[in-house]
């Protein structure tokens, strides 16, 4: 309801449930004047005095008539030879409280369930996300220092020590894509006591790979294996859809000079350095 003041004029909006009898006038929030409450507002207290009344006195007929009946049930009940219903007769009042009590256990019961729930559910599911995680690294290391030696050389260079470390202590072998690498125009040339080996390794794919080593065989005609040499080259990565050329020297001895010797080129798949 509304209410106006007497000096200034300004309409305030006067909520009935915060007015009682005692409150008798009203201050103005804009000019600090008083005001006498006016009719309607007492006749509304009054009005609502009255329901309340009403209301409570309803409210205990009801009581009274659900306590008679009550009262009249547990006597009958009570005159039965049953031991289930041999009991004391309970109020209303003990009924409803022991309603509420129950509720509340109830409610308390499944407040505390739920907390176990949750903490109980929590733990595997991190557990198994930390597993996944580990397991997706580990499948996916070679792409993962590819990437890193692509994207950040500087930091990559700085920890390589140690990831090498790692890798070895848990015999962990970092592996190359040797599939996406092609191997072409690979000669290798005698020179006195060196032989010297050029060749190109090409990468076919779109992203960055890791760059493998280059093993060497040196097969006489009757299979004896007369030379075998590990071409490490200097870059890390090959970038992708590039190619990267290398030219090394091997120091070779042949005993026999009209031995045929037939030199092989392969890539190794298995790192445990990079």
Same mark, same amino acid.
């Given at each position: 309801m509304h209410e106006t003041c007497k000096s200034c004029g300004t309409v305030f909006e006067v909520d009935e449930s915060n007015l009682t009898n005692n409150i008798k006038w009203l201050r103005c929030g804009v000019c600090n004047k008083k005001w006498i409450l006016s009719l309607n507002i007492k006749e509304n207290l009054v009005e609502k005095k009255s *329901?309340? $009344?009403?209301?409570? *006195? $309803?409210?205990? !007929? *009801?009581?009274?008539?659900? $306590?008679?009946?009550?009262e009249d049930k547990t006597k009958s009940l009570a005159k039965k030879t049953n031991p289930v219903l041999d009991q004391k007769n309970k109020t209303v009042a003990?009924?409803?409280?022991?309603?509420?009590?129950? $509720?509340?256990?109830?409610?308390?019961?499944?407040?505390?369930?739920?907390? !176990? =729930?949750k903490k109980f559910n929590l733990l595997p599911i991190l557990t198994i996300l930390l597993c996944l995680v580990f397991a997706l690294i580990v499948f996916f290391r070679s792409t993962l220092i590819a990437y890193s030696i692509f994207y950040f050389p500087y930091y990559s260079q700085i920890y390589t020590e140690k990831i090498n470390s790692?890798?070895? @202590?848990?015999?962990?072998? /970092?592996?190359t894509e040797v599939n996406n690498l092609n191997l072409i125009n690979f000669i290798a040339k005698v020179q006195q006591k060196e032989v010297r080996f050029t060749g190109t390794i090409k990468n /076919?794919?779109?992203r960055p790979l890791l760059l493998p080593r280059i093993k060497i065989?040196?097969?006489?005609?009757?299979? !004896? /294996? /007369?030379?075998?040499? =590990?071409?490490?080259?200097?870059? @890390? =990565?090959?970038?992708?859809?590039?190619? =990267?050329?290398?030219? @090394?020297?091997v120091r070779f001895e042949i005993e026999n000079q009209n031995d045929n010797v037939t030199i092989k080129a392969k890539l190794l798949k298995k790192v445990f350095e990079y």
């Open positions: *329901e309340i $009344k009403d209301t409570t *006195e $309803k409210v205990k !007929k *009801e009581l009274a008539s659900i $306590k008679s009946v009550v003990e009924i409803a409280s022991e309603l509420s009590m129950s $509720k509340v256990n109830e409610n308390n019961k499944n407040k505390t369930n739920n907390k !176990k =729930i790692l890798f070895t @202590k848990i015999n962990l072998p /970092i592996l /076919i794919t779109s065989l040196g097969v006489r005609e009757d299979r !004896k /294996i /007369i030379l075998e040499e =590990i071409l490490i080259l200097e870059d @890390k =990565i090959i970038f992708p859809n590039s190619e =990267i050329s290398f030219n @090394k020297l």
